[in-house]
């Protein structure tokens, strides 16, 4: 039904298209797109959703890839389907707040049961919408108390349907609060930047696991090159030819990389980069990015075989981060204090309860209690007058 009404505005919307219009495509340049982009990326939130089905799927490492990538092809088309229609029907300066595409049908003579056919696919797409959000959240809970993270009360599953039941009602009754009590507008930049910043770590955490070193097969005790300098890099080489393993080199680079794309763009937002010491802080931050991606290109990449890989490491999360961070740098200061709150919550918890009780902390106490036995056993063998 959402695709029928989609197609539906698309294409009725197509025989009021006016081509004049994109005459001036592009009025407010680079600031105003990346302004409107951090606004309405929250439209894009959902398809991270499908990570939260792998135990759910018969075939996760195959499946939800190619899930990913064709709900993000779908969504996509839809959503420049949908703007370049109404872009074509009216200038972008006379478009109504509020109700945009059923006023602006109405404005144009269209008839009236077209209004009742926009809003009944608005309804059916806030369902969707709100379905696929109280699908994912409480799966994510689940997931988190199942490790310890959080309390363990949230990981019961409905004996019946398999849900986590418990979690389902907390992300329900939770949602319906924050979004009785909080500014439409505010609650759209807090869900922005909250994705930017998770989807921008998982660019990070990428990069880092492809150069992090991996047993080779058949020997667990052997490393591959991942994470060392190219032999066929001399000068790289040469400086680091002590280092036998990344370390934080990878990390730091990381670091670097992000610090140069924040710097392009917070010059770009205040436009301080057509200042004389504007533009040579932009050429700085451009030269310690690039720099900082070549430098880990220098590196080996691990050999770990997996069924579905990202290609051109480190380039494409790269990318990724830069987009990421240049829309993260458009959102008000209010909506970065909002984002620091909110993570001191986060880590206030993790802190207190989740890192004392998580499995992967007591599979690491389990591991040193077994060394140190271990350890004490070779002793007591070797010095046995001893003890």
Not at 2 to 24: C, D, E, H, P, R
Not at 132 to 144: D, K, Q, V
Not at 257 to 265: C, D, I, L, Q, T
Not at 330 to 354: E, F, N, P, S
Request: hydrophobic share 50%.
């Amino acid at each position: 039904m959402n695709f029928q009404v989609i197609l539906f505005v698309i294409g009725y919307g197509m025989t009021f298209a006016n081509f004049s219009y994109w005459k001036n495509f592009f009025p407010c340049g680079i600031n105003g797109v990346l302004a409107g982009a951090s606004k309405c990326f929250f439209a894009y939130v959902g398809f991270d959703g499908l990570a939260t089905a792998g135990e759910e799927a018969k075939d996760p490492a195959k499946m939800i890839p190619r899930a990913t990538f064709w709900s993000m092809g779908l969504a996509i088309t839809c959503y420049v389907g949908m703007s370049g229609a109404l872009s074509l029907m009216m200038p972008y300066y006379e478009l109504p707040a509020s109700a945009v595409y059923a006023t602006v049908f109405i404005k144009l003579g269209a008839p009236d049961w077209i209004s009742i056919v926009i809003s009944i696919g608005c309804l059916i797409g806030i369902l969707t919408s709100i379905t696929n959000g109280l699908y994912s959240l409480p799966r994510a809970i689940y997931a988190m108390a199942e490790d310890g993270l959080i309390f363990g009360w949230w990981a019961k599953v409905n004996p019946r349907t398999k849900t986590p039941i418990n979690a389902t009602i907390t992300a329900t009754i939770l949602v319906a609060i924050i979004g009785m009590t909080f500014d439409i507008e505010a609650l759209i930049d807090f869900l922005s930047i909250g994705t930017l910043l998770a989807y921008s770590m998982v660019n990070a955490a990428l990069i880092i696991l492809r150069y992090r070193p991996q047993p080779l097969k058949g020997d667990l005790e052997q490393m591959d090159q991942g994470g060392t300098i190219r032999p066929n890099i001399p000068i790289l080489s040469k400086m680091f030819e002590h280092k036998k393993e990344a370390g934080n080199a990878i990390l730091f680079s990381i670091i670097m990389m992000v610090a140069g794309f924040s710097g392009v763009g917070v010059l770009i937002n205040t436009t301080y980069y057509k200042t004389a010491i504007g533009t040579g802080l932009m050429v700085l931050s451009i030269l310690v990015s690039i720099g900082s991606i070549l430098f880990i290109d220098a590196h080996h990449q691990n050999s770990m075989e997996l069924d579905y890989k990202v290609f051109a490491v480190p380039y494409v999360p790269a990318a990724s981060l830069l987009f990421n961070v240049l829309m993260m740098t458009q959102l008000t200061i209010l909506t970065w204090i909002r984002l620091a709150v909110w993570m001191a919550i986060g880590a206030a918890i993790y802190l207190g309860y989740g890192i004392s009780h998580s499995k992967e902390e007591q599979l690491w106490k389990e591991a040193r209690g077994a060394i140190k036995e271990t350890k004490v056993k070779i002793f007591r063998k070797k010095y046995p007058a001893l003890c």
